[in-house]
């Protein structure tokens, strides 16, 4: 039990989703504070920090008070002298994109294809489309620990023993196809940079220490030790049974928000609703998982143990 209540949560639904209201980001925070919002991450999924003033280099520090920052291996859509920070924006300066202006438009869960898998997202957004009053652009999540605890036992046992391949050129790929698209096929530098990782389909979350699928339309591809034809069938059961709209939480971005979101029990997809002239700009920081797995991998977590509390 936490005795420390440093944190105010205000659940957003009954399925994902909690705002944090007092907290100033770009002021220090102590290790208890960080144990505090780890333990409200695995319990809500999504956390929101409204009105936050935040430079490049503090959304950078509070993020790299969770673990081990993603350096994207191509370099693109870097925040100017900060690797760390990724640009999603589809504003175009000079004849120049500020930074990428079509990531994560379809259901997956980030960095599932590394050995070393990501907890969490972290976005700072400071220009946020609108049209006739409403946000345009939001960010949708699926609740994977409530898609572990529907499946039917008899599905939780086939998978139980079973392991899932994941592969970034999957969701490349799809992306391919989308008309207007104009990525390149990847090389095969590209594809060594990021080979495919294996992982078992039920994780056991390293914070909530409750299972959770980890099998994501985006980039999973092959239940291992099953016969093609049975993989492929249970992946799309898996995958039409986690988008049902009882797992949904969509988040509407407010100008100046960080929204921070659990990499491990959620999926996410971004809603491409707005027009290159309605203009986004959201700075991003991937925190991987390296407090909670070591070399042995995914199969075995290290299970949370909060430092900063008297837990
Ligand atoms: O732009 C968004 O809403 C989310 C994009 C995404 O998938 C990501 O940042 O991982
Ligand atoms: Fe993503």
Request: net charge neutral; glycine share 6%; charged share 20%.
């Amino acid at each position: 039990m936490l005795q420390s209540d440093l944190v105010r949560a205000i659940p957003f639904s009954e399925i994902l989703g909690a705002r944090i209201e007092n907290l100033d980001l770009s002021k220090p925070l102590s290790e208890s504070h960080i144990d505090e919002l780890l333990v409200l991450l695995g319990r809500y999924g999504v956390l929101e920090f409204p009105a936050q003033s935040l430079t490049t280099q503090a959304l950078r520090d509070f993020s790299a008070r969770f673990g081990k920052l993603y350096i994207s291996p191509g370099g693109r859509a870097q925040a100017k002298g900060f690797p760390e920070v990724m640009v999603l924006s589809n504003i175009v300066k000079d004849n120049q994109a500020l930074g990428l202006k079509d990531a994560g438009q379809s259901w997956h869960t980030d960095m599932s294809y590394s050995k070393t898998i990501a907890l969490a997202n972290i976005l700072y957004g400071t220009v946020i489309p609108q049209r006739d009053g409403r946000a345009l652009g939001d960010t949708q999540f699926r609740n994977m620990h409530a898609v572990y605890d529907d499946l039917p036992k008899d599905i939780k046992h086939i998978l139980d023993s079973k392991t899932i391949t994941h592969d970034f050129n999957k969701f490349w790929e799809m992306m391919r196809t989308r008309p207007g698209n104009t990525r390149p096929a990847l090389s095969d530098q590209e594809k060594n940079a990021r080979t495919p990782a294996v992982h078992p389909a039920l994780l056991t979350h390293p914070i909530t220490g409750q299972k959770v699928l980890y099998a994501n339309p985006g980039y999973a591809i092959q239940i291992n030790d099953l016969p093609a034809h049975e993989s492929e069938e249970m992946l799309e059961y898996l995958f039409n049974l986690q988008l049902q709209p009882k797992y949904l939480y969509s988040y509407q971005w407010k100008k100046n928000s960080l929204l921070m979101w659990d990499n491990i029990g959620t999926t996410h997809n971004a809603v491409a609703d707005y027009g290159p002239q309605e203009h986004r700009y959201i700075e991003r920081c991937q925190v991987m998982a390296t407090r909670f797995y070591n070399d042995a991998g995914t199969s075995c977590p290290i299970l949370f143990q909060p430092q900063g509390l008297n837990a």
